[in-house]
């Protein structure tokens, strides 16, 4: 039994005996005469004391403890641990508890103040009528006013029907300092909940994002000068390629028509240079014309049904001569899987196999040249549909000369060629690639190469297509 209780029942014991003593012995209430009344109700009135006393403190310690559970839930910092439940008076020592959390709570309030303060971010507190409870001190500095004079002034980008809700929201917002200046403030608003999930009030963190969006306004300028110029330059090279094409007409023209008359050995030579020249040109023109009429988007990629085996057998049939001239195999091979008939653009399908097909002739010296094709079936275009998205690979593989690898990172760029030595036997423009790479990616697919010296190139592409399923 603790000590102070032992002390109350022996007190209260000792009156009790007194006041028996008095009530019981004769002697003692005749020597007493009339003060006895005095000395019962004196005896009286030190019981009730001391038991209210004894209950009093019994209240007491109650309400510290629960004072002390309930704070013992924080977690405290540099809170001395031993000693602590030794303190031999229940009181002093559950008061002496509660001062030492009281300091940790102190001093983990004047950390947390710390983080708060020492925020370049603006921080604020209001309530659900948007009246401000608390801002840091970057924010009073911001729209220099003292702290203490903002509380109850309405937080100016106060969204109640947005910050409701469970998740944080975020909005952007251009923010006029003090200062002069205008930032853009990237704002965190979130309801602050009790433990019953009701909300209290709401917080607001604003992060100064003006160097990111000066930035992005940079880059966005910096993209439309230079698609405003990609477009000046496409104009030009239309144009030009299109003025040019009537003169070359004429010499190609000419040149043919010269070629039919009687002429020398030598003057047929040279007739034949300038056809062959023109034709050269031509191509070089109707390249250029090609490749600026993609960059500036003034191509249409056509949806139309077509026959992929039919279009196979067309390209073949007509680079077979030329194979046969360089005594080349030239083979194609379509997988049973690819659809009979498929959606897409047939014309430009066959121009980037035209192109490939024509270069793995050009760089092949002995060996041959195969096309492959397959597909892989997908899903309807649209739920219930019978029409299905399939993807169609290519692959155009042929034993040439192949590719150093230190050039293959250049082939799809314009005007790029691997040998551009001045002797070089194989005439092109450096365009070929890179128009096939561009109407790869507007018909949804990529285009790539592999490719060893000495052994050959494979170069891949796909396209995305659909087909009717029979
Ligand atoms: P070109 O009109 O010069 O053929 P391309 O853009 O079609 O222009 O090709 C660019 C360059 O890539 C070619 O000049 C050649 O050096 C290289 N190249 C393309 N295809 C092959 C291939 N099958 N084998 C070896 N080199 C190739």
Known sequence: MKRKTTFVLFLVCALITAWVVIITDKQV???????????????????????????????????????????????????????????????????????????SLQQVEASYKGIVEDQPDLICRYRNDGKMTFVNGAYARAVNRKRTELVGVDFPYFTPGAAIADEPYTFETEMPFDDGRRLWIRWTQRAIKDDERNTMEYQAVGHDITERKEAEAALLRAKEAAEAADRAKSEFLAIVSHELRTPINAIIGFSKM??????????????????SSGLALEKIIADILNLSKIDSGKIDIEHAPFSLRMCVQDICAFFAPKARSLALALDSKVDPGVPEIVNSDESRIRQI????????????????????????????????????????????????????????????????????????????TGLGLIISKRLCELMGGTISVESRVGEGSTFRFSILTDFEES
């Open 29 to 103: 209430r005749d020597h007493l005469g009339s003060t006895l009344y005095i000395i019962g109700f004196a005896i009286t009135g030190c019981m009730i004391l001391v038991l209210a006393g004894y209950a009093w403190n019994q209240e007491l310690v109650k309400t510290l403890k629960s004072m002390h559970d309930t704070t013992d839930s924080v977690r405290l910092v540099d809170t001395p641990a031993a000693g602590d439940e030794s303190d031999s008076d229940e009181i002093i020592g559950l008061a002496r508890k509660i001062e030492r959390m009281a300091r």
């Open 258 to 275: 010269l070629g039919s008359t009687t002429l020398t050995l030598d003057q047929r030579e040279q007739v034949e240079m300038i056809n």
């Open 353 to 428: 196999l035209t192109n490939l097909i024509g270069n793995a002739l050009k760089f092949t010296e002995r060996g041959g040249v195969t096309l492959e094709v397959s597909c892989a079936r997908g899903e309807p275009v649209e739920p219930g549909s019978t029409r299905r998205v399939a993807r169609l690979f290519f692959a155009v593989k042929d034993s040439g000369i192949g590719i150093p690898p230190d050039k293959m990172d250049h082939l799809f760029m314009p005007f790029s060629q691997v040998d551009t030595s001045s002797t070089r036997r194989r005439g092109g």
